[in-house]
């Protein structure tokens, strides 16, 4: 048994794209070895990367494969031998036994005698095994995108190959990938270390020689690294603090070997600019992480995070040359600002006849009307449900909403597009209710964001990427498998979303929603509701954490109005650990069975139903408290409270249970039968208003 | 800060073009002279955009002006400009320690790299007109976009074998770092020997930013840029028509066939389109029309390019 280490050195691997690289490595590299017997399933493996490096160690692995030993049956012996001497057949089994014809065995078998084997495998060495399966794992590991480097184009990887170290033990492997042979060299940081080799004697000594040539190979590690660096240079100044965010430690982890961080500032009138845009370029375009004081307001200084180690002297050039970049960009965007204002947003609006939306689906000046018909049909809707909304704030929100895309500053830092209409909006005078919406349009942007703040923000929200939807699909460009290049499926979801939980209830419906944007093309509105209606499965899982039967069974019940297919879910999954609840969704499949099987049998239709036909006493209770129940269920249902409307229905459990132990549904009396299918139907309907509960996948 | 300011100050702009071309000469480089019709990019250089083709190693440097109308600012701003000089080193195959190399040339304008933070980002590029692209990093000097670092992979819409190493360096930018100056303008071009007398970029530059901002902003002629649009398209599409005729040439005919004739015609279009696109001349439902047009001739010359190539060896194999 030996430790097995191996490192892949790479020019530097996009920082996006590493993390998955690590993990898929390592996952390749485990059960290679295990699928070759050279370790036990669960095998104790670690996985290490840079924005050089790559590489996996794994525990106790074999230094050989064990041989396999195996009991062949061959040809009969009437096949085997012809006249006492062997045959093709029986050479060609000796063959792939591995042995001598005169060293084959006989056997009896029911069929008569046969030839047989015990054919001994060998096992191969590790390092043999290692050296040609490796190799292959490597080529799979997947690449958002990837290249070629070589001559003849022999293989495509993220970046080109720069060195393969692989040892077993203190023995190199035979590893050979992108024009290079392992070896027990690795290298150290690029400028503190320089291209010396560094010689590895065994798989144990990598990460403190990595470390000693200023190499933090531990990802984990390095982050650690960085957040109390982070920490303690804001400490320097008293009353400051950096801005968490976690995914620019993770960005700026996977962009470094040997984190430091340095503490720079800008000058204080630079804080006039809305803290959106300073944030933006100190994040976005610098990867300096923001700092606030006390009263987490943002203070003239920010966070770098290198990628070297110097002495003060070094430390001072280079917090000078960052300094003197956001100063360069904070004034880019200062400038940008100033020279917007020469032309208002309203002025804006006839320019967007110049920026292409999509380019068949014309400009934005005609997106911009498109929204406003739409947002002014949802508002109609919504205002006849009595939601408090501003329609005349809406239209001019509407209006405004893309006028941004003309701007240096949008031009400049698209992702602030929507942000900084709606702050020219309130520099220019426009209302709150206005310049809320149009900052809000493009909420939310994924699952974890929020929804718009107001109404007027939720709809204008909506009517913009339902356009984009109806546009699209009506392009026949919908999102297909893993495709979805213009974010079909987020803008989809962001309506989900914002219809689920828009703090003021804002009752539209998804088909209310597909027609408004698909005009009178029905065919088109009837895919695009589907397309949401699927946005709102994956909504109740993803987000709201709902059982995948709890879903189906809510949805199988309507899957048009969200907030209430949300708390239906709820309420089915408050319940659902009940005994009486789970009693009553077997009834209720069983009910539904039997409705089923009744079907088109014949059956006189319902208008002749009880009427004179003697009921079995536990008919006759079950129709009571069923009728009871529907009293209380349907008052229930008008206060959307699904929660006691479920528990109401689960106190029928012992009327149900009786009725089905003394009462035969199918009675051949025809007038009978039917009078106790009625009553089934009745009490399935009821049910089915919340959930079809056959759906539901009882434990047990 | 004054120690710092006095330090970099030794190089002046042509003191860094001098070094970083000595530089690129030393590792074997063909240094080439900037090429003389109007381009957006160093990329856009016959010297890179045809020379990557087909199997035959480059080795070639060259400082190339850039013209992009639409980033002019009238002088106004201090980081951006309507021309910018770009110095593209193309190395075919790319040598194995070609990050190596660059870093060594950093050291060579005077970048000590135990005193700063260098990164090299993911930055893939990409010239759609071109059906080209290539993936690689910006390159990060103190939190500065020095250099576009690419491993060109496509060209003309043309599988490369062997790819291509392309350095860009933004001079003015390196420069206004070395001097460690706020405004491009203020950046010291030349200082006279005997007088002392410096020679700033605003001095040998303001004055054609001014001029051809108004120009590409205010003053072009719509209407005429059109004509020289189609005049040009015209020409090329002319040539790349005859160019079907590669193979009943004969050798000396074949030779002289103006491809590189054609592709100067392409990069006018494409020049012409930047200063209509400048202008705000070009409507929504036309840029793509006129886009799908420049990229026809563009690419068609590639093509040409590399069958002009493949026949005149196979003329010279019989």
């Given at each position: 048994m030996a430790e097995f280490l191996f490192e892949i050195g790479l020019e530097e691997i996009p920082a996006r794209m590493i993390a998955g690289a690590q993990a898929e490595l390592e996952r390749r590299a485990v059960a290679m070895l295990e699928r070759e017997r050279l370790v036990a399933a669960g095998a104790a493996s670690r996985s290490f990367a840079t924005p050089r490096r790559l590489a996996v160690w794994v525990a106790n692995v074999a230094e050989q494969q064990e041989d396999i030993t195996e009991d062949l049956v061959g040809p009969s012996v009437k096949v085997a031998y012809k006249d006492g001497a062997p045959t093709a057949a029986a050479a060609a089994f000796a063959k792939k036994a591995g042995?001598?014809?005169?060293a084959l065995k006989t056997i009896a078998t029911p069929k008569g005698e046969y030839l047989a084997a015990t054919s001994i495998r060998q096992g191969r060495s590790a390092t043999e095994v290692i050296a040609e399966e490796l190799p292959k794992e490597l080529a799979g590991i997947y690449w958002a995108k990837n290249m070629y480097w070589r001559a003849g184009r022999p293989e495509r990887f993220v970046r080109p190959v720069r060195w393969l170290l692989a040892l077993l033990g203190s023995k190199p492997v035979n590893v050979s990938f992108g024009g290079y042979e392992a070896g027990d060299v690795t290298y150290g940081h690029?400028?503190?270390?320089?291209?010396k080799p560094i010689r590895l004697?065994?798989?144990?000594?990598y990460e403190q020689a990595l470390e000693k040539s200023f190499?933090?190979?531990d990802v984990e590690v390095r982050r650690q690294k960085i957040r109390k660096a982070l920490d303690k240079v804001t400490r320097t100044v008293p009353g400051l603090r950096w801005r968490e965010d976690e995914a620019l430690v993770e960005t700026v982890t996977q962009l470094t070997e040997w984190p430091s961080v340095v503490l720079g500032g800008f000058e204080a009138?630079?804080?006039?600019?809305?803290e959106e845009v300073l944030v933006t370029v100190m994040r976005?375009?610098?990867?300096y992480f923001a700092v606030e004081d006390k009263d987490g307001k943002l203070a003239p200084y920010f966070l770098a995070v290198l990628n070297t180690e110097t002495d003060e002297a070094g430390l001072a050039i280079i917090r000078h040359g960052n300094e003197r970049v956001l100063r360069a960009r904070f004034n880019d965007a200062r400038f940008f600002w100033e020279f917007d204002q020469r032309l208002s947003l309203k002025d804006r609006v006839d320019l967007?006849?110049?920026?292409?939306?999509q380019k068949d689906l014309g400009s934005y000046a005609a997106k911009t009307t498109r929204v406003r018909k739409l947002a002014s049909a949802l508002a109609g809707l919504a205002l006849e449900r009595r939601?408090?909304?501003?329609p005349v704030a809406l239209d001019e929100a509407a209006l405004l909403?893309?006028?941004?895309?003309?701007s240096e500053l949008v031009k400049e830092f698209t992702e602030l597009q929507g942000v900084v209409g709606g702050l020219y909006a309130r520099a220019q005078g426009f209302g709150a209710a206005t310049a809320d919406a149009i900052y809000d349009q493009?909420?939310?942007?994924?699952?974890e964001d929020s929804v718009p703040r107001t109404p007027e923000g939720a709809v204008l929200a909506i009517a913009d990427k339902a356009d984009t939807i109806a546009g699209m699909f009506g392009l026949g460009m919908e999102p297909t498998g893993s495709k979805d290049p213009f974010a079909l499926r987020r803008a989809a979801n962001g309506i989900v979303k914002i219809l689920a939980?828009?703090?003021?209830?804002?009752?539209?419906?998804l088909g209310e929603v597909a027609s408004a944007a698909c005009g009178q093309n029905d065919t088109l509105a009837e895919k695009v509701r589907g397309f949401l209606a699927e946005r709102l499965e994956f909504y109740l899982r993803e987000?709201?954490?709902?059982?995948y039967d709890v879903v189906k069974a809510v949805l199988a019940a309507g899957a048009d109005d969200v907030r209430d297919a949300v708390a239906r879910a709820e309420a089915v999954t408050a319940v659902r650990g009940s005994d009486d609840f789970a009693a009553v969704s077997a009834a209720f499949k069983r009910m539904k069975n039997i409705l089923h099987q009744s079907?088109?049998?014949?059956?006189?239709?319902?208008?002749?139903?009880?009427?004179?036909v003697a009921l079995h006493p536990a008919q006759a209770v079950l129709a009571d408290e069923a009728q009871g129940a529907r009293l209380r269920v349907t008052e229930l249902l008008g206060r959307s409270d699904y929660v006691a409307a479920l528990e109401t229905i689960a106190t029928l459990r012992p009327h149900v249970d009786k009725f089905f132990e003394e009462v035969?549904?199918?009675?051949?009396?025809p007038a009978v039968r039917q009078s106790r299918l009625v009553l089934l139907a009745a009490i399935v309907d009821d049910i089915r208003r919340i959930a079809?509960?056959?759906e539901i996948v009882v434990a047990g | 800060m004054q120690a710092i300011a006095e330090k970099k100050a030794a190089h002046t702009f042509q003191e860094l073009l001098f070094t970083l071309q000595r530089f690129w000469a030393d590792q074997g480089c063909v240094l080439q002279q900037p090429y003389d019709v109007e381009v957006g990019?160093?990329?856009?250089?016959p010297d890179t955009f045809l020379r990557v083709l087909g199997p035959k190693p480059v080795r070639i440097a060259y400082a190339q002006p850039s013209?992009?109308?639409?980033?002019?600012?009238y002088g106004e701003n201090p980081n951006r400009l309507f021309r910018h000089t770009q110095l593209q080193v193309i190395l075919?195959?790319?040598?194995?320690r070609i990050q190596e190399l660059y870093l060594e040339s950093l050291t060579a304008i005077g970048i000590d790299l135990s005193q700063h933070d260098i990164k090299f980002e993911e930055d893939n590029w990409e010239w759609p007109v071109g059906g080209a692209w290539g993936v690689g990093w910006q390159v990060m000097l103190d939190g500065l976009e020095i250099t576009q670092f690419t491993y060109f992979q496509q060209c003309g819409g043309m599988d490369l074998d062997p790819i291509c190493g392309e350095i860009t360096y933004g001079l003015e930018r390196i420069a206004g770092f070395l001097q460690d100056?706020?405004?491009?303008?203020?950046?010291?071009?030349?200082?006279?020997?005997?007088?002392?007398r410096k020679v700033t970029y605003r001095e040998m530059r303001l004055a054609e930013e001014e001029q051809f901002s108004a120009y590409s902003f205010?003053?072009?002629?719509v209407t005429k840029l059109w004509e020289h649009l189609n005049l040009y398209e015209a020409e090329c599409l002319h040539l790349l028509e005859e160019a079907k005729t590669f193979e009943k040439m004969d050798a000396l005919k074949l030779k002289r066939f103006p491809v590189l004739g054609a592709y100067e015609l392409a990069l006018k279009c494409s020049h012409v389109f930047n200063l209509l696109d400048a202008r705000g001349a070009i409507s929504v439902t036309e840029r793509v029309g006129v886009m799908a047009r420049i990229r026809t001739l563009v690419v068609g010359v590639a093509r040409i390019y590399a069958a002009q190539g493949q026949q005149i060896s196979e003329l010279a194999k019989k």
């Open positions: 042995i001598a014809i005169d690029r400028v503190l270390f320089g291209e004697k065994s798989p144990g000594e190499v933090v190979a009138e630079y804080l006039t600019l809305p976005d375009h610098q990867k967007l006849k110049n920026v292409t939306f939601c408090e909304l501003n909403a893309k006028a941004d895309l003309t493009y909420k939310p942007v994924s699952m939980e828009t703090a003021v209830a804002l009752p539209l419906t987000a709201r954490g709902q059982a079907e088109g049998s014949g059956e006189p239709d319902e208008a002749t139903h009880s009427e004179g035969m549904v199918l009675d051949p009396d079809d509960l056959s | 990019a160093g990329t856009m250089s013209r992009r109308p639409a980033d002019g600012r075919k195959p790319p040598p194995v100056v706020d405004s491009i303008y203020d950046i010291v071009w030349a200082v006279e020997p005997d007088t002392g205010d003053y072009a002629d």
